[in-house]
């Protein structure tokens, strides 16, 4: 499914009060959280619901645990995308002292003398989960402890009894349990499948409009990489070496941003498409692997080298 069709859909999605879950399906690194939050931010003033929290699930063994997270990370519809400074203090003053007292509450939860006081805590703090925007993040990777079946319930009561919107942010194909497969469709109103072209995710990675970024769009996309945490890690290399190469020629820097862009595609891909850093540095392997015959991922290769 192509951006601009999940644009259109975050845009919808975001611009109703009307309870309801999307999943976003996609690939490790291939950019669901990074497209979720820009556009998130772009359409911010456009938010009918007043509040959003982002939960990662990484890590997390319990319902509860994912229940507190939420109430912890629940912010004002106006400090999306906001770094929090002297210039947004101000108008935000009250948002920011209702965050940080959310954060808090796991203080007094350990406290010795206010930890009896816990589990009523807790139930207040997930009574105040109304009309949230909530998005979900790394349900691959939650605790072992931690059931699909249990938050997926937990995101049908949110919508059903709560009236929150829910946003999942997944990669399908790394889990396990049955019980995805047995309860999302109960669960899901919309499924977003994010495969972006490379001219898409270079868009996105590259936004600025220098030669440098430039010219990593045209290599990255002669290279057909889409993996958009691959090109921003790309993308902070270059800045560093472009920095320190000022006074070099100009074919001098396309040939280090030519190497660096394959470099890091080889290094960082995790999927069998490219070739390892070691084939492409080793020149004497290839002269080897061609005496003794080359597989069909080499010639791939070769043709690309």
């Known amino acids: 499914m192509s951006i601009k069709i999940v644009q259109q859909q975050i845009k ?17 690194g291939i950019g669901k959280t990074f497209t979720w939050n820009k556009y998130l931010n772009d359409y911010k003033d456009e938010i009918l619901l007043d509040r959003y929290s982002y939960v990662s699930l990484f890590g997390l063994n319990s319902l509860e645990a994912v229940k507190m997270a939420i109430f912890e990370n629940a912010i004002k ?24 007292a959310r954060k808090a509450t796991k203080y007094i939860k350990h406290n010795p003398i206010t930890k009896g006081f816990s ?15 909530i998005c979900f993040d790394d349900l691959e990777r939650m605790g072992g402890t931690l059931e699909v079946k249990e938050v997926l319930g937990l995101i049908s009561l949110l919508k059903e009894q709560r009236g929150c ?4 942010l997944l990669n399908e194909e790394k889990i396990t349990s049955d019980d995805f497969n047995n309860y999302s469709e109960k669960v899901i109103d919309i499924e977003l499948k994010f495969d972006p072209t490379s001219l898409e995710s270079t868009s996105i990675a590259y936004e600025k409009e220098d030669w440098t970024s430039e010219t ?26 472009m920095s320190i190469l000022n006074d070099t020629r100009q074919e001098v820097k396309e040939q280090i941003l030519k190497s660096l862009v394959l ?16 084939y492409v540095t080793n020149s ?7 005496k003794k015959g080359k597989t069909d991922d080499e ?6 080298l």
């Open 12 to 28: 919808r999605f975001l611009r109703s009060d009307l309870p309801e879950v999307m999943a976003i399906k996609g690939e490790w």
């Open 216 to 241: 990593l769009k045209r290599f990255s996309n002669q290279l057909n990489i889409k993996n958009i945490r691959l090109l921003k890690k790309t993308q902070r290399l270059a800045e560093s070496a």
């Open 284 to 290: 004497e392997s290839r002269m080897f692997s061609a």
């Open 263 to 278: 470099f890091s595609w080889c290094h960082y891909n995790s999927s069998s498409d490219s070739p390892s850093l070691e």
């Open 165 to 168: 919107k829910v946003v999942l």
């Open 299 to 304: 010639k791939v290769w070769d043709n690309i």
């Open 77 to 100: 519809r106006q400090l999306i995308g906001t770094s929090v400074s002297l210039d947004t203090f101000n108008e935000n003053a009250i948002s920011v002292i209702e965050k940080y």
């Open 119 to 133: 589990p009523t805590l807790e139930a207040f703090s997930f009574l105040s989960l109304n009309n949230h925007i």
